[in-house]
């Protein structure tokens, strides 16, 4: 749940200017020298506060990760989200969720020291952004809670999903349920709120960090994901809507 917060935080708050930082790692990629997200810094995954999930098993799943970092290592991601010819838009779709996930974690799990229940008391995007947490089965009314807290809320969420293979199937020739494009609307509408809450009250960090780089290109792939495939709605992105509408338009 999303509400537009009244009064002031006090929070670091992204300037509009610093957006020239996601064009600079765009220059960077058309030199070759950008890396894969994922592996883009080794002392990151040491940081993580969880352990990282592998994709879906089965022939397909590795055929379709081997062409993600093919294209990723290529250095365009406009081509790296396009869906490739002839394979299946569930699966395409279920290798990136895993890992915009694990993008996630691994960003996330840098801060865990920073984000803190006195740090973040409310998770939120800025002045205006709070996000409240609700899963609809055991919290079915919207709670505030801290950053750290939703953050730990929705990571054990989307592990719940992940491993239901009603929701993933891991088996080769196991159909995707009904639902399965809303499950990812969600994981991916919720794992946006996490990278707006970084920019709005981690950045400095991040930047101290020297992850500058590494968030920037991870973020943007995930814009160009969701972009291309229509996955969050304009109204959810509103709390990083300069930075998006920069790297769509790059």
């Known amino acids: 749940m999303v509400r537009e917060r009244k009064g002031k935080i006090r929070c670091w708050i992204w300037i509009p200017g610093q957006r020239l930082s996601v064009r600079n790692e765009e220059r960077e990629r058309e030199r070759g020298v950008w890396q894969q997200p994922e592996l ?55 290798v990136n969720t895993v890992d915009f996930f694990n993008q996630v974690t691994i960003l996330y799990g840098t801060l865990t020291e920073f984000c803190t229940p006195t740090t973040c008391p409310i998770m939120s995007a800025g002045p205006k952004y709070e996000y409240r947490w609700a899963d609809g089965v055991t919290i079915k009314k919207p709670i505030v809670v801290s950053a750290p807290k939703y953050v730990e809320y929705l990571m054990d969420w989307i592990e719940v999903q992940l491993d239901d293979e009603s929701i993933f199937p891991q088996k080769l020739g196991v159909p995707f349920p009904p639902n399965f494009h809303d499950v990812v609307k969600t994981i991916l509408k919720r794992l946006f709120r996490v990278y707006a809450h970084i920019y709005h009250s981690h950045f400095q960090r991040i930047v101290s960090l020297e992850e500058e780089a590494h968030l920037n290109t991870c973020f943007k792939h995930f814009v160009l994901f969701t972009s291309e495939f229509g996955l969050i709605e304009k109204a959810e992105l509103a709390a990083l809507g300069d930075i998006v509408e920069s790297i769509l338009q790059s």
Do not use: C, Y
């Open 40 to 94: 883009f810094n080794a002392s990151l995954s040491q940081k993580t506060f969880r352990s990282r999930k592998g994709s879906p098993s089965g022939i397909k799943s590795l055929q379709l990760r081997k062409h993600i970092d093919s294209t990723l290592g290529s250095g365009n991601l406009r081509e790296a989200v396009r869906l490739p010819p002839g394979e299946d838009i569930n699966e395409w779709w279920a």
